[in-house]
């Protein structure tokens, strides 16, 4: 018979797992799937990971770009550099690398970008419609791009995305910002949309989230940004009337 004790992961974890507890939750999150598929086979009564909790981390994950490190990377990389197109692949798609590495010529249909996202693909595809920004189309055109994709690597292929993890890494380490990554790319973009005025329904349209929950993430902190600077001066005392 199953355990069907509810273990305290932040109490009674083995050490060695919560000193990665990122990957301790990864783990966990695997043989939810497992199970999960072993109940719709009913190769199983129930599934007996799905109450366990994650390990609380207190990440907030991936570091988001400031419009500073932006330019700081552009700085270092001008357009006409495959760096330079990748950042504006992340910036001005709002999407992943495994998407954007596979971006070409033939996604590009009256001014739009017409793909499914890769992530998801197979279990439930999910098609985006954007528009090519005037931006990134003079970035493009200006840019060595491929023949299926606009990305290419030293040997003239398209990236994988684990590839084009690790040269955008070099790329950020290039211009010192060690600490960037692809994926701060896109919270940048998220970001910079809710600071605008994008609504959580535009953001779930922009990057194909399919819940409120990440999108709200991005206008809750716009918005507190916003009331803020709004109500900060009544902090302050006013002066006495004579």
Not at 46 to 67: C, E, L, M, Q
Request: charged residues 25%.
């Amino acid at each position: 018979m199953l355990n069907q004790t509810r273990p305290d992961l932040n109490s009674d974890y083995p050490d060695k797992l919560l000193a990665f507890p990122e990957a301790a939750n990864g783990r966990v999150k695997a043989i939810r799937q497992v199970f999960k598929f072993g109940v719709r086979k009913k190769h199983a009564p129930f599934n007996p990971a799905r109450d366990v909790p994650y390990i609380k981390t207190g990440s907030i994950g991936f570091h988001t770009w400031s419009v500073e490190e932006v330019r700081q990377f552009e700085e270092r990389h001008p357009v006409g550099t495959k760096a330079r197109l990748a950042l504006a692949l992340l910036m001005f798609t709002g999407q992943r690398r495994s998407d954007i590495v596979r971006f070409g010529k033939q996604h590009a249909k009256s001014g739009r970008l017409a793909f499914t996202q890769h992530k998801g693909r197979k279990r439930k595809p999910k098609q985006l419609t954007l528009p090519i920004l005037p931006a990134l189309r003079s970035i493009i055109d200006a840019s060595p791009c491929g023949e299926l994709t606009y990305l290419i690597n030293d040997l003239g292929r398209p990236f994988t995305a684990a590839g084009f993890g690790n040269k955008f890494r070099d790329w950020c380490d290039q211009a010192g910002l060690a600490h960037c990554s692809a994926h701060g790319v896109r919270k940048a973009g998220a970001t910079i949309a809710a600071e605008n005025g994008a609504t959580s329904r535009q953001l779930m349209a922009v990057f194909g989230w399919d819940t409120l929950k990440e999108a709200e993430r991005y206008t809750r902190a716009a918005d507190q940004k916003r009331m803020a600077a709004d109500a900060m001066h009544l902090i302050e005392a006013r002066d006495a009337k004579a």
